[in-house]
């Protein structure tokens, strides 16, 4: 079982930046490959960014490639969304998820476990 919690949200100019956190619970956060989700208002809830956690190899979004990174601290149990560059169509509901696959997917079913959700507001 895992308890995911996210921080880091806010609002922000266009152009400018923020990292988003997710602090894991358990001890073996190390095992799950972890997730970036995100929902705007009238919108489904669409993948951003994850990350394997054994390789380390990440993938992303057409979307945000470039602009956003995801990385990881096994130590603290803890993965981060540093986000650049950000356009007024980032702004949503940004979410961490965590699946025991050893294996980089992007579906909303292939995680199991999901934290509340950080809002980000870029204003244009």
């Known amino acids: 079982q895992v308890q995911l919690v996210e921080s880091g949200g806010g609002l922000v100019q266009a152009g400018g930046s923020l990292r988003l956190s997710c602090v894991a619970s358990?001890?073996?956060?190390?095992?799950?490959?972890m997730a970036w989700f995100r929902q705007a208002p009238g919108k489904e809830r669409e993948f951003v960014a994850t990350?394997?956690?054994?390789?380390?190899?990440?993938y992303y979004a057409d979307s945000v490639k470039g602009r956003f990174t995801i990385s990881r601290v096994n130590a603290k149990n803890t993965v981060y969304l540093q986000m650049n560059s950000l356009k007024p169509e980032d702004t949503a509901v940004y979410y961490c998820?965590?699946?025991?696959?050893?294996?980089?997917?992007?579906?909303?079913?292939?995680?199991?476990?999901w934290g509340q959700g950080t809002q980000v507001t870029v204003s244009s």
């Open positions: 990350i394997n956690w054994s390789s380390g190899s990440t």
């Open positions: 358990g001890r073996t956060f190390s095992r799950y490959t």
């Open positions: 998820a965590a699946t025991l696959l050893n294996i980089l997917v992007a579906g909303l079913n292939d995680y199991n476990y």
